[in-house]
């Protein structure tokens, strides 16, 4: 009982920052909150968790997210993407030069961004930028994604295209990262007055 009482006082504490969407075996969506770990389903359609998962009871089947396999896949999905206008870093993993580059759409397989260096295919990177509030549940939530290039186009596509080249990243984690705070004005002190 008091197990059961905790976990309802938990989960309505918890201001719940969710992971990127992970697939089930039958083909639907899910998140799981990296702070409590409560899983949600996740409809990529309207961009919505549709209800909470509830964990298995005893004698009962594990709940989906109990799986962590982490595989990379050929599959392409031709679903909703999420566009959106963000300043991102990226490098290659285990470098020390970050480049800058411009976010252009979010999908359950990843992002498309606008790069400034082009990457080799298949190559392993990380990225920064801020992770839009429809997948997280949080405003400015700044993260570094662990994620790898499975495709680059190298030069416009078409005139009037843009310019620089783009780079199609699949997603496989990312971290929080800590709030950036602005830096605090010195504090005023009053004039002296002089007799």
């Known amino acids: 009982m008091g ?5 309802v006082i938990t989960r309505r504490l918890c201001s719940h920052q969710f992971a990127w969407p992970r697939r089930r075996p039958d ?28 964990p298995a009871g005893p004698g009962q089947a594990p709940a989906v997210g109990s799986h962590r396999a982490r595989r ?3 599959w392409v999905p031709r679903a909703r993407r999420l566009r959106v206008h963000l300043p991102l870093e990226y490098r290659e993993k285990g470098t020390e030069t970050w480049h800058a580059g411009t976010v252009e759409n979010i999908s359950q397989s990843g992002i498309l961004f606008r790069a400034s260096e082009v990457l080799t295919h298949d190559t392993d990177m990380e990225l920064v930028f801020e992770m839009p509030e429809e997948i997280t549940g949080q405003r400015n939530s700044r993260v570094l994604c662990q994620g790898y290039i499975v495709r680059a186009i190298r030069g416009p596509a078409a005139k009037g295209s843009h310019p620089n ?7 496989s ?6 709030e950036e705070k602005a830096e605090e004005p010195a504090p005023r002190t009053a004039p ?4």
């Open 165 to 171: 080249p783009a780079i199609a990243a699949a997603i």
């Open 192 to 195: 002296s007055q002089k007799k």
């Open 27 to 54: 083909g639907r969506y899910y998140q799981v909150c990296v702070l409590c770990g409560a899983e949600y389903m996740y409809d990529w359609n309207s961009m919505t968790r549709t209800g909470r998962i509830e």
């Open 72 to 74: 990379r896949s050929n």
């Open 173 to 178: 984690g990312y971290a929080f990262l800590p």
């Open 3 to 7: 197990a059961k009482l905790l976990d």
